[in-house]
């Protein structure tokens, strides 16, 4: 797809990222920042990511479920119920993208429908398609963005380590296989280990300090040695028996961009047995791998099997963000411990989509509970100044403005 930037008339990045003020609309990328969306629909988890250079790229779209009537404690659909949830994700991507609809790269980060979308009714379906699919999650933000590049966890042939032929993985590969066809979507497997397989496509020179290290995929974590990785499920014939976890399974990554770090890794959890027998826990080696960084999206929405204390002592985030839809995702054993590690700090330490408000009355006495957020909706981080400073925004979910309702920082990265 040809890129066409665009031209930035107001003022430097640096400026421009200490202007806003709470109660304006969010102003956006400029040239030579990079942000981080975390998008809230309460019903599943999406990233969006500007690059310096404005590459970008989608991780996920979830679309768990439509009707709270199947599931009593999901947190609250914003805006609204009036669309599903990926109709919601890619009108965001485009209020914020400087591209418009095309995409540079859309990643899934496992195949759980809280991440991709699901496919069952009332999710309408495609009707001249070959074959058709549900409209949700993924799919269903395909119906208003392009997008240039695919990655997932288990292309080219999606066996390893067993055979996926769920009916919402067979949904998103129609979506893949379609928008292939009609719309020229690449696709590449995802190298573990690999430097810059996700690179800057616009202005790369420009920006020598930006770079993406794939950390796992499919239960392989790379060494921290240049091409050598850890093919988990291959350490012990147990780890092909018995319960299927998908979430150990996950694509971790680390974005560094000057001296700021950032970690995502979809759900990334559980454990598997090594080569003696013993459990270990994948989550803890991706964290050894990955290292210190500056903020760390919570893995598997900080839920209660997630975020062990060997992860938080490796990757020693100043802040940590959750992406949630449901009200267990808030863990008070995980919110202490999360608190616990890191660098001290007089401002939120974690940064949550939603916490509804008899769960923030009922933790209101406990010690974790000023290092929690107070406002509900979208989580970004703006980091400019050449990667040296960042700064963290919620804005508004409940319409579709973009009202800033709280600003902290700036922080210097590490």
């Known amino acids: 797809m040809k890129k066409i930037l665009p031209i930035v008339l107001c003022c430097a990045a640096v400026s421009c990222a200490s202007e ?11 040239d030579g920042q990079m942000e981080i969306h ?20 989608l991780i996920d779209v979830g679309d768990h479920d439509p009707t709270v009537e199947q599931y009593a404690l999901m947190t609250e659909a914003l ?24 995409v540079d790269y859309l990643m899934l ?4 429908n809280d991440h ?10 495609t009707t001249d398609r070959d074959p058709n699919y549900y409209l949700a999650g993924i799919a269903e933000a395909g119906e208003f963005l392009r997008f240039d590049m695919l990655y997932d966890r288990g292309y080219p042939d999606y066996n390893y380590p067993f055979p996926i032929n769920d009916k919402h993985t067979a949904n998103y590969l129609a979506f893949a296989n379609y928008h292939k066809a009609k719309y020229g979507m690449q696709q590449e497997k995802f190298e573990v280990g690999e430097l810059n397989q996700i690179k800057l496509k616009n202005n790369p020179q420009k920006y020598p300090s930006f770079s993406v ?20 499920y291959d350490l012990n014939p147990a780890n092909l028996t018995g319960y299927n976890n998908e979430n150990t ?77 449901d009200q267990q995702h808030t863990q008070p054993e995980l919110m202490a411990r999360m608190m616990a ?14 916490i509804t408000e008899a769960m923030r009355n009922d933790f209101a006495t406990e010690e974790w509970a000023s290092g929690i957020n107070p406002e509900n909706g979208h989580i970004v981080i703006k980091v400019y100044d050449e990667g040296r400073k960042y700064k963290i925004y919620s804005l508004s979910a409940r319409d579709e403005k973009m009202t800033i309702q709280a600003i902290y920082g700036p922080y210097d990265a590490m």
Not at 38 to 57: K, L
Not at 116 to 125: F, I, R, S, V
């Open 109 to 112: 980060s496992h195949f759980h």
């Open 341 to 354: 590690y890191g660098p001290a700090s007089a401002d939120p330490r974690i940064f949550s989509g939603y």
């Open 79 to 102: 805006p609204d119920r009036e669309r599903r949830a990926g109709e919601y994700v890619a009108r965001y991507v485009e209020r914020v993208n400087p591209e418009g609809k095309s």
């Open 213 to 232: 290290r794939n950390l796992a995929s499919s239960g392989e974590v790379w060494s921290g040695r240049e091409g050598e990785t850890v093919r988990c």
């Open 249 to 325: 399974r996950s694509i971790a990554l680390r974005f560094d961009y000057g001296p700021f770090s950032y970690y995502s890794g979809g759900d990334v959890s559980g454990s598997l047995h090594n080569v003696d027998g013993n459990m270990f826990n994948v989550e803890s080696l991706v964290g050894e791998v990955c290292g210190e960084v500056d903020v760390c999206k919570a893995n598997h929405h900080s839920y209660k099997d997630a975020m062990p204390e060997d992860f938080l002592r490796a990757v020693q985030a100043k802040q940590y963000i959750l992406n949630v839809w």
């Open 20 to 30: 806003e003020q709470v109660g304006d609309i969010y102003r956006g990328w400029q």
């Open 38 to 57: 975390h998008i809230y629909t309460g019903r599943g988890e999406s990233s969006f990511i500007i690059m310096p250079d404005a590459t970008t790229m």
């Open 116 to 125: 991709m979308g699901t496919a069952a009714e009332p999710a309408a379906m």
